[in-house]
């Protein structure tokens, strides 16, 4: 998986925007469920949100609904992670993923299959500033 992260508004402060993509190169798109997990300093790896690139199902974690959207270009094998309104507490790595399971299983699944991933990307530095 490729990740890269787009700066959408200028520096990534309180308030501000970020948009984060992920590229499924490699595999069958459809076949997987593609999201973020994240990790904070001295915290645990935790799922923010997930898409069904099948149906279109979305998962989000509470601390994020409103304010996060994610979505899928299945033509560009991509899935983007808006996050509006950042808060200091978003900072974190976030990692991209994609997994059969969830896919499988449906995307309520995504945050309790955290060490069953199928494919993680290279983690990218998520940093708001106050």
């Known amino acids: 998986l490729r990740c890269s992260c787009r700066v959408w508004g200028g520096l990534v402060q309180v308030g501000g925007s970020l948009r984060l993509s992920c590229e499924a190169s490699?595999?069958?798109?459809?076949?997987?469920?593609i999201g973020w997990f994240r990790q904070a300093p001295g915290k645990e790896r935790e799922g923010v949100s997930c898409?069904?690139?099948?149906?279109?199902?979305?998962y989000y974690v509470d601390s994020v609904k409103g304010r996060f959207t994610i979505s899928s270009d299945n033509a560009k094998n991509t899935v983007y992670l808006q996050m509006n309104n950042l808060k200091p507490e978003v900072t974190a790595v976030y990692y991209c993923?994609?997994?059969?399971?969830?896919?499988?299983?449906?995307?309520?699944?995504?945050?309790?299959?955290?060490?069953?991933?199928?494919?993680w990307g290279k983690g990218t530095q998520v940093t708001v500033s106050s």
């Open positions: 490699g595999l069958i798109f459809d076949d997987y469920a």
């Open positions: 993923v994609a997994d059969r399971t969830t896919q499988t299983m449906g995307v309520m699944a995504f945050p309790y299959l955290n060490y069953g991933m199928d494919f």
């Open positions: 898409i069904s690139t099948s149906d279109g199902s979305t």
